[in-house]
Structures are given as C-alpha cells and as structure tokens.
C-alpha cells in the first residue's frame, strides 16, 4: 500500500509542477515574444485533471476529506465507529458506481476517438485513468471501514486519518 501511495503522489506532484512550468511558459511567451503556447489550456486541463483524481485516494487515506464532527463529542464511541463505518461505506458506493460510469464513458470515447480540440490528444486514456483512480479510492473506503472495525475498541478519534477530530472550543 505504501508503495502504490507513493507511486500517486509522486505522479499528482508531477502534474502539479508541470502545469505551474506550462502556465509560466506560457505567460512568459505571451508577455516577452507576444506568442502563448499552443495547446497550454488543454495541456493544463490534463494536467489538471490528472492532479486531482490521484490525490483523491490520498486524500481518503488520510482522512483529509471535509467532516462533520459538531456532534462527535456527545455520541459514545461505538456510535462514532459505525457512523465512520457507515461513511466509508456511502463513500465506496459512490466513488465505485463514478468509476463505472467514467469506465462507460471512456469506452465511448475510445469508440468515437474522441481527442482534445487543438493538440488532438486522445481522451480515452485519461478517462480510463479517472476510472481506475475512482475504483481506488473505493478501494480505500472499503479498506477504511476494515480499519475502524479493527479499531472498535481503541478511541474513536484514531480513526481520522491519524488525526484526532477537533475537540473543545477551539
């Protein structure tokens, strides 16, 4: 798991230096040579896009994703263990039917060839990408909720991704 975690984060903060190199390229080519770089947009779009759905499974690994924690002080820990069970369980459901339907898509887009407008880059494989990394963040999800049944005993805040859930008035 580590391994493959890695491998993502690696490949998200690639595609975040090469779109922060394009853009600036690009704004450097329009200001000083009146020229922009053909293809920059799309070229950022992928970038883009790329950033974001391998930083989703990080981001469910690390629990980085928006709580809802008013209540969690009042409620017994084992409530808080099958609320964050349930949670996780709602999570792969949805990031596993986005996958299919991504998957759907992206044998439509094969299909049709279906390429970027400008530099005809082919949109198949980055729809294909998406799929697989909504498939992995279901993936998580589904490994999350092993761990907080592991953990039914231990106190309920280990279970934000190694982050105790803001507690008191502050």
């Keep these: 798991m580590k391994r493959l975690t890695s491998v993502i984060s690696v490949v998200a903060a690639a595609s975040l230096f090469a779109m922060m190199l394009l853009t600036f390229a690009d704004v450097i ?3 000083l ?10 070229l950022t779009e992928l970038c883009m896009l790329v950033m974001i ?12 994703h928006i709580v809802f924690d008013l209540l969690d002080r009042y409620l017994p820990a084992r409530v808080l263990h099958l609320q964050m069970a349930l949670a996780h369980a709602v999570s792969a459901a949805i990031f596993g039917g986005a996958a299919w339907l991504v998957w759907v898509r992206s044998a439509r887009t094969y299909a049709m060839g279906d390429v970027t407008a400008r530099l005809e880059i082919g949109l198949g494989p980055f729809h294909r990408l998406v799929a697989a990394m909504l498939l992995i963040t279901a993936v998580v999800h589904l490994a999350l909720i092993v761990r907080e049944w592991r953990q039914r005993g ?3 805040q280990a279970t934000f991704g190694g ?3 803001p507690r008191g008035d502050a």
Excluded at 33 to 42: D, M, P, R, T
Excluded at 53 to 64: I, R, V
């Design 154 to 156: 231990a106190p309920a």
């Design 53 to 64: 759905f391998m930083a989703l499974p990080l981001a469910s690994l690390a629990g980085e």
């Design 33 to 42: 040579l009146g020229n922009s770089i053909v293809g920059a947009v799309e």
């Design 29 to 31: 080519g329009r200001k």
């Design 163 to 165: 982050h105790a859930p």
